[in-house]
């Protein structure tokens, strides 16, 4: 090595001592626009990626999911949903040719075609070009895959009252829940009669109203038990007029203790 102004120092006999600018692989053979893949191809998706999270939550905010009550297996008439990523699946489930002697292929065959599909385009369109005309089988699986979730989550939802259901099903804080003897006559009756509509605790259900809070007389009640009211139908009452009569007297008990 001679000295003078051409004496470079390195660390590393092995490393260049000049550097080179981050310049991209001349990918000509491929169509379209190359790029390095850090950081410009990794920023572009984290802002994409950043975008998407921020109105994903901005949306949450805005139309936050309705809380509900406990799970109650003795609520004969609650209906239950799945969450929004699944209800075009739930709606598949009402059509003839996909429930009843059909059910296999509403809960398995036609999802696994077609996601099956979905996975498979890829492999069925392999053309060099990347604009949505070039690829005419790819782009189309996935139009249909789109519309078809689209419309089915759609019309799954459109036949639902979200706001009565989450009227209906209101958690109960422990504070405003009864104390309720369960070992006593009077809630075997209403075991036998009403709680399939009422709730195991008389805080109502989605075919019921609550029985606590209610400001009526032992006749009142076994009036209604008996000839119905509103919604509730006649006839709904089995028992005898000592049940009855259990029964209104354990309804106003449990009132008078709130």
Known sequence: ??????MKFVGDSRISAESKPNIPKDYSEYPGRTE????????????AGSVFLVGFLCLTLANPSPLEGMADPTDAG?????????????ELLKYDFASGPYILFGIIIIPGLAFGGLLLAPFLDKGPGRRPHQRPIAVGMMLLGL???????????????????????????????ADIDKESEGYAVFENNCMSCHGEDLQGGSAGPPLIGIERSADEIKDIAQNGIGSMPPGQFKGSDEELNKLAEFIISVNEDQ
């Open 1 to 6: 090595m001679h000295k003078g102004k051409g």
């Open 78 to 90: 609650y209906i239950p949903l799945p969450d929004w990523y699944f209800l075009f699946l739930y």
């Open 147 to 177: 519309t078809s979730t689209i419309w089915l989550t759609y019309q799954s939802a459109s036949g639902v009252d979200w706001e009565s259901r989450a009227e209906a099903n209101k958690p109960v804080p422990p504070s405003e829940q």
């Open 36 to 47: 390095a893949f850090w950081p410009n191809f990794l920023l572009k998706e984290w802002l």
